[in-house]
């Protein structure tokens, strides 16, 4: 399944749910995108392996780390992991827009 176009993807950090729109543009294993929400747009790529998305993203606010995720592609639905540095996983949906 494809997991070309536009998503609104919710993030259940421990801070409250947090909702980032993004793009993504396949091109066989690898993806390119942006994202864009509370704390600006940012510039994302990474893999493709089957239905699953990997990526990661540095933040800087509330602080700085990485963000490490992990997306499942279900026709136009996706759901996932975040993993949020020392403050553990945070469970994440989304839906093409």
């Known amino acids: 399944m494809s997991a070309d176009g536009n998503w609104k ?3 259940n ?6 909702t ?3 793009t993504i543009n396949t091109n066989g294993d690898t993806f390119t995108g942006t994202t864009s929400g509370q704390m600006g747009t ?5 893999k493709v392996d089957g239905d699953t998305l990997t990526w990661s993203a540095d933040i ?8 490490e995720f992990t997306a499942k ?7 996932g992991n975040v ?8 469970s994440m ?5």
């Open 9 to 11: 993807i919710t993030i």
């Open 13 to 18: 950090t421990p801070m409250g749910a947090q």
């Open 20 to 22: 980032v729109n993004a």
């Open 42 to 46: 940012q510039e994302v790529s990474g």
């Open 60 to 67: 800087t606010s509330p602080m700085p780390m990485k963000l």
């Open 73 to 79: 592609v279900e026709g136009d639905k996706l759901s």
């Open 83 to 90: 993993k949020l540095g020392m403050f553990g996983n945070a």
């Open 93 to 97: 949906t989304g839906e093409r827009v």
